[in-house]
């Protein structure tokens, strides 16, 4: 079993950034690969970012390219997305997921075996 836990996500004005955290606990947290997945009301979850066990590989939605940016610390067991330049329609709530096997980023929310409980991202116009 592994444990997800976001945080750090609040309120903010658009053009500004917010860094989101997920923290591991259970099983060997440098196993999984891990990503980002956010859920707008009415609509499904979708793919944001993700990132290989290792760090080496990392994939991107394209809507958030150039923006976002996906990285881990193993030894903290921790993955991060930091969010700059934000827009309102990047408003959702942020999930974070845990798939293996890790050695190559997840981009579809049918290979994740685990999911954090998430965390609201609400950016204003």
């Known amino acids: 079993q592994v444990q997800l836990v976001e945080s750090g996500g609040g309120l903010v004005q658009a053009g500004g950034s917010l860094r989101l955290s997920c923290a591991a606990s259970g099983r060997t947290f440098s196993n999984y690969a891990m990503g980002w997945f956010r859920q707008a009301p009415g609509k499904e979850r979708e793919f944001v970012a993700a990132?290989?066990?290792?760090?080496?590989?990392?994939d991107y939605a394209d809507s958030v390219k150039g923006r976002f940016s996906i990285s881990r610390d193993n030894a903290k067991k921790t993955v991060y997305l930091q969010m700059n330049s934000l827009k309102p329609e990047d408003t959702a709530v942020y999930y974070c997921?845990?798939?293996?096997?890790?050695?190559?980023?997840?981009?579809?929310?049918?290979?994740?075996?685990?999911w954090g409980q998430g965390t609201q991202v609400t950016v204003s116009s």
């Open positions: 997921g845990a798939a293996t096997p890790g050695n190559q980023p997840r981009m579809t929310r049918y290979e994740y075996d685990y």
């Open positions: 990132i290989s066990w290792s760090g080496g590989r990392i």
